[in-house]
C-alpha cells in the first residue's frame, strides 16, 4: 500500500532534529524506519513531516561515559550493538539478545532507540534493560534529563519521550561481575515472543523483569524479594517463582490464553534467574 503524502527532513545535527520535531505538531523522528512505515502503511499513525535522524553521528555511538557506564546512541543499530567490543566487555548479554531479533534485515536496520521508543510491549529490548537497571537521556529544546528504564515505559506506544524530544542515549552499568540472563517463548524461531524474562544478579541483588504480560515490562518485585537472601540454587528460585503468575493480569490471544501466559512467566522467570546465577563472575 503507498504511503499518504508526508513531508521529509534530514537534519544534520540534534539541535536541528529537535527544532524541527518542536515546530511542527505532526513531526515524527524516523530512526530504522521498521516500525513507523508499517504503521503508516496499516493508515495507524500519519504524521505530517518524518524527521530522518540517519545523519547523526552523535546518536550512531557507543562508549563510556566518565563514571564508567556503556552509552549507547539512540541510533545504534541491532547489529552495530552485536558487533561492538565494547557492549561484549561491558555487557554482553545486549549483543546476545539482540541477535534473536527478527531477521538480518531486521537487524541491520532497527535501531535500540526505535526498539524502545515504539514501546511495543513484545520487543525484547525493554524488559531486558529494565532488568539492567539502564537509564535513558531524552533531550528537548529546554535541555537534557536522563530518567531510569522503570520510568521510561508509560504503555503500549507510549514513553516519557513527549513531544518535540528525542532518545538521545543509553546508558547501561557495566556487568562487574554480574550474572544476566534472558528467557521465553517465541513464535518460531526468531519470532516475538509470547513470554519473556530478563534477570541481572548482582551485589545489589536480583532483578528480574517480565515482558508481554502487560503494557510495559512488569518487575517481579515479590519473586526479586525472596531472592534476596542470595540463595540461588535451583530450589530456592523454583520456590521464589510460586505463584508470580497469579500477580499478573496478561492479555489472551490467538497465541496464548491469559493463563498459559501466566504459566510461562514462571517458567521463563525462572529460567532468566538460573541463567543469571550461572554467569555470575563469583558463582
Ligand atoms: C519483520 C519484523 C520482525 C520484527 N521482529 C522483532 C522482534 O522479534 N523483536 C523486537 O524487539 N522487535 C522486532 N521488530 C521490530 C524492530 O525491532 C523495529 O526495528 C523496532 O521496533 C523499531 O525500531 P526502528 O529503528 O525501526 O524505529 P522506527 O520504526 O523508525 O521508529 C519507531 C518509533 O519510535 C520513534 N523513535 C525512533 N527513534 C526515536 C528517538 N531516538 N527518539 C524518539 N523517538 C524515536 C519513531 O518516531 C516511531 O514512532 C520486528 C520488525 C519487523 C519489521
Redesign the pocket.
Known sequence: MLLREVDYARPATVEEAISLLATYDGA????????????MKARA?A?DV?VD?ADLAE?RAIGFSSDGLLEIG??V??AQLMGSSEVDVARPILAEVCS????V???N??????????S?P????PPLLVALGATFT?RGENGERTISADEFFIGV?M?A?GEG????RIAVPPSSGAGDGFAGL?IGR????IVNAAATISGDGVRIALGCVGATPVRATAMEERLAGGDFSEASIRAAAKGLGALLDPPSDVHGSADFRRDLAEVSAVRAVRQAAERRKDA
Open positions: 515524527r523522528p524516523l530512526a530504522g524506519g521498521q516500525t513507523i512505515v508499517n504503521v499513525a504524521p518524518l535522524l546518536l539512540a541510533m543499530t541491532y534473536t531479533i527478527g531477521d534485515q531486521v537487524r536496520r532497527g535501531t535500540v532507540g526505535g526498539n524502545v521508543c515504539v511495543d513484545t520487543n525484547h529490548l531524552i506506544y514513553t519521550v524530544e528525542l532518545l538521545t517465541t526468531h519470532g516475538t515472543y
